[in-house]
């Protein structure tokens, strides 16, 4: 079909869709509406989104929403599920062959599911299988109450290693406020002070030292490129389960832009990603696992997951599809140019940047040398129009709420056609910004780590100019809502 074909095919589809939603809640197809002005006026920057393609949006509209299908494919707990079975199994294929993986797991709702699923089909295969087998028994419904209880203490005291918040590492690799760090006992590997890059011999001591069930490797907000077959080789020496959360950088590994040691899906045995990031789908899951782990992964429904969401995986199915293109290959390397041109923007303008700058999607701004906190730099570029947000850098000293970083990541303007020479003009607006924001202060003239303010006239500047380019490269063209 012609792109003119699809544009206006795609055109009608949605001006429809929003009269349909409106007759019954016309408050919702305003909001709708509003979004989509919202994101086409202003400069996406945020490392974890992008802008997934009209035919993976449409595929998330539709009467696979209705249907429920606990289970695997062809073992459900309910009935009727044959299409789901056509979906499921073609999103899995899909992954098998664009990551190469021995096999994949389409169900996760979001990445925090695949997390979910990966921690509890390792304790699965590593703790509760050998149990079993100790015990004589074929599964814990055959436990007797006191062989429970001391395999549900067992379960609940394993040791995870993963890289620690503030050197980029996420929520769900152990930490306390969210459910992996209750579950485990759980040690971080920072970066080293001076250079703010991965030390691995640092992590194989702590490796050592801390003898962890699970190795994580992976990050949200770590500029650099991760040597994974080191990792590995760690997690061998130590009998730990190497465990990659590829959500960030999953377009990347699609993309053929991390290979060799830079590719986690050979090394890890099961690497997670979210499937909206880099790679470009719609908002969901996805594990991987080595064929040792696969049974324990299939059994993430009911284990820790209800019914999938069919519909997102058929549009996760129409997503990698597209990921297995070969134009992915050249949006996935043009992703990681620009982060380098965006980075040279920076560098070239004096400002600070984690690790002195990128190879992957992202880069990490410390917006201390403006003399303001995460926090003020975040919403005063929100002012102009510029979305990011704020971030801790190694070592914060203004913690994990104002923090003294600024994440930005090039996925979703690379989407729009943004090269070169758009990336060195956002590095040169941000500075502008930045250089003409001022920390405020709290009500008792205290100095304020929230408050700011931005001179005069800065930010409508700053919105004119991103403006122009913006519109050379529209989001959506195709959708004429008017
Ligand atoms: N893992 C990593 C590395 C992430 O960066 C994120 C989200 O930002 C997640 C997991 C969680 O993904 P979700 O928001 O889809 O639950």
């Known amino acids: 079909m012609t792109d003119e074909r699809i544009d206006s095919l795609t055109s009608s589809a949605y001006r429809q869709a929003l009269e349909v939603i409106a007759s019954v809640e016309p408050r919702i197809a305003d909001a709708t509406r509003q979004e989509l002005v919202d994101q086409r006026g202003s400069l996406k920057l945020i490392a974890s989104e992008n802008y997934a393609s009209p035919a993976v949006l449409l595929t998330m509209g539709t009467w696979f929403s209705d249907k429920y299908a ?19 199994s073609v999103a899995a294929e899909h992954a098998r062959e664009l990551f190469g993986a021995p096999y994949a797991y389409a169900q996760p709702h979001s990445g925090i599911d695949a997390n979910l699923v990966a921690f509890w089909s390792i304790l699965a295969h590593r703790v509760e ?27 609940g005291n394993q040791r995870l290693l993963g890289m620690s ?15 992996s760090g209750k579950m485990f006992h759980q040690q971080q590997y920072g970066t080293d002070p001076q250079t703010g890059l991965l030390d691995y011999d640092a992590v194989a001591a702590k490796a050592r030292e801390f003898k962890p069930l699970v ?17 590995r080789e760690i997690a061998d020496e130590v009998g730990a389960t190497l465990m990659v959360d590829m959500a960030h950088f999953a377009g990347l590994v699609a993309g053929k832009v991390f290979t060799g040691d830079e590719d986690p899906v050979p ?18 899951g996805l594990v991987l696992a080595q064929e040792e782990y696969a049974a324990d992964v299939d059994r993430g429904c009911p284990m820790v997951l ?47 940047l984690v690790t002195g700058g990128t190879d992957n999607h992202l880069v990490l701004l410390d917006v201390s040398s403006f003399g303001l906190t995460g926090r003020q730099a975040e919403s005063a570029l929100l002012d102009a129009g510029v979305v990011t947000n704020r971030n801790s850098v190694p070592r914060d000293p203004n ?15 690379t989407t729009r056609g943004f090269g070169h020479d758009e990336f060195d003009r956002v590095a040169e607006l941000i500075v502008h910004v930045l250089q003409n924001t001022q920390p405020g202060t709290t009500k008792d003239g205290k100095p304020s780590k929230a408050s700011y303010s931005v001179g005069d006239g800065v930010a409508d500047k700053v919105r004119d100019a991103s403006a122009e380019m913006l519109d050379k490269h529209p989001l959506y063209p195709g959708i004429d809502l008017s």
């Open 399 to 413: 913690g994990a709420w104002y923090t003294s970083g600024v994440r930005l990541g090039t996925p979703a303007l």
């Open 267 to 284: 090394f890890a045995h099961v690497t997670t990603t979210t499937t909206h990031k880099s790679l470009r789908g719609p908002r969901g």
């Open 215 to 231: 190795l994580v490797a992976g990050y949200s907000a770590y500029p650099r490129r991760v040597n994974f077959a080191k990792m």
């Open 70 to 88: 606990e289970g695997t494919v062809g073992h459900r707990f309910y009935a009727g599920c044959q299409n789901v079975d056509t979906v499921e």
């Open 165 to 179: 918040l503030d050197a980029g590492g996420h929520l769900t690799h152990g930490f306390r406020p969210n459910i």
């Open 129 to 155: 299988t050998p149990a079993l087998e100790r015990l004589g028994a074929k599964n814990v419904n055959e436990l007797t109450e006191e062989d429970w209880e001391s395999l549900r203490h067992e379960l």
């Open 306 to 352: 209800g019914g999938p969401l069919s519909h997102v995986m058929a549009a996760k199915a129409v997503a990698l599809a597209e990921a297995r293109r070969p134009e992915f290959q050249t949006y996935a390397q043009r992703i990681a140019d620009n982060a380098k041109s965006l980075a040279d923007g920076f560098l070239s303008r004096g400002a600070n």
